[in-house]
Every structure is written in C-alpha cells, then in structure tokens.
C-alpha cells in the first residue's frame, strides 16, 4: 500500500542535457527511496521517455504534465493518453497554470481513467470537488496564496494549510489520496509532511534540483 505521493511537476524548464544532468545528480539518491513513497516525475512529453528508462531500473513513476482532451484522429500538436500510457502511470490534469474550465479537466480525468492512467487533478478552489472527485484519482489541492509566482514565494502559515485540508476531507473519502500543491520546497516540507490528512506534495520549481528533490523525499521516510 502506498504511503505518500511526492510528485516533480517540471512544467516547460528542462532541455535534453539537462534532463539527463538530473538524471546523473538523482541516480545517487535512488538507494534512499522507500517503497511505501510513490515518486513520480513528470516531464515534458520529449523527455517523458528517458525518465521511463530510469524508472526501469528505480522505484521512480513517470507521469504525463497533461494529456489531450481529444483521443485519438487529425488533432496536429495534440498528445493523447493512449500515446502516454505505456511510458506514463499517472498524468497530471486541471493544472492552475493552464487555467481550464472544470468540465475540461472531468473529460480528460475519464480519459485518463478509461486508457487506465491515474489522474492527478488539480484544484484550488475546493468547491470544484464534487464535479472533478471520482474514484481511481488523486486529487492536488494547489493552495492559490501560497503558489509562487514569477519565483517570488509566498508564505503560508501551515496551520492554515490544515484547517483547508480538514474541510476537503469533508468532501472527498479518506481513501481518496489528497496531496498539496503551493511553493514546496526544502524550508516548508517539514512542516507539511506533518499534515495527517495529507498524502504527499506536488512540488514544482523546487524539484529541478535533484539534491533538493531528495531532501523533500527524505521529509516523508
């Protein structure tokens, strides 16, 4: 049974040099992963494959950053989950960055369900849940004060944090893995990986840096 999902959403940063740079930096870390930690790393689509090569020899996931609402046909530019699913066991959908309407993200969540890819759906404004909650999903709360914008961080008090997450799990199932999303990084993940009703973190800028990336795993062992 797994514990915790720790999630590296790399959104459009990473070339090929560097994907394979993390990779380098990160090799040395894979002896400390637990096996109760989900892993998950989500690049872009290009190097979605050389993440997969890693995860064969890893207890590391690969997830889609987003899949296409269309499924399959003359969609130019659009990569379907059928297309993913062998390489990718998760995608992430309803990412606050790409700003879409909640029945959007509920199709491609039944996309995703349908080709047998978990959903990682994201959502900052609780409301949302009864419409984009299904069984088989994660859900990832991204916490609208405390995502960072142009790198500059914003605080939250975690206590906060809790009394929303609280109020969520009114809404959805404790069985029902519910991680956060909110500027994680190295300095806040103590305090985080304390949260009880949580199930793990979506980390964003913060995962780019292997080092860095590994002490957020380390919070959860």
Same mark, same amino acid.
């Not at 003359?74 to 993913?84: H, Y």
């Not at 409301?127 to 790198?151: C, Q, T």
């Given at each position: ?92 959908? /309803? ?29 900052? $404004? ?54 956060? /999303?909110?500027?994680? $990084?190295? $300095? ?8 009880? $009703? ?24």
């Amino acid at each position: 049974m797994i514990n915790k999902y720790i999630v590296a959403n790399w959104k459009e940063n990473m070339g090929f040099e560097d994907t394979i740079s993390w990779v380098d930096g990160f090799s040395g870390f894979l002896k400390f992963l637990s096996p109760e930690n989900e892993i998950i790393i989500a690049p872009s689509f290009p190097f979605i494959p050389v993440i997969y090569e890693l995860s064969k020899k890893s207890m590391l996931k690969v997830a889609a950053q987003d899949i296409s609402l269309k499924e399959k046909g003359a969609n130019t530019g659009e990569t379907g989950a059928f297309q993913v699913k062998e390489f990718c066991k998760y995608a992430i959908i /309803g990412h606050s960055e790409r700003k879409e309407d909640v029945n959007v993200v509920a199709a491609k969540r039944d996309i995703c369900l349908k080709e047998k890819i978990t959903p990682i759906i994201c959502f900052t $404004n609780p409301e949302d849940l009864v419409r984009l909650h299904k069984e088989g999903v994660i859900m990832a709360w991204e916490n609208p004060v405390n995502i960072s914008k142009n790198g500059v961080y914003n605080a939250e008090d975690p206590s906060k944090i809790v009394l929303i997450v609280n109020e969520i799990r009114k809404i959805i199932s404790s069985n029902t893995p519910l991680i956060y /999303g909110g500027s994680v $990084n190295e $300095n806040n993940i103590e305090h985080i990986a304390k949260i009880t $009703n949580l199930n793990g973190v979506l980390v964003g800028n913060a995962s780019l840096d292997p080092k860095t990336f590994a002490d957020i795993i380390r919070a959860y062992n």
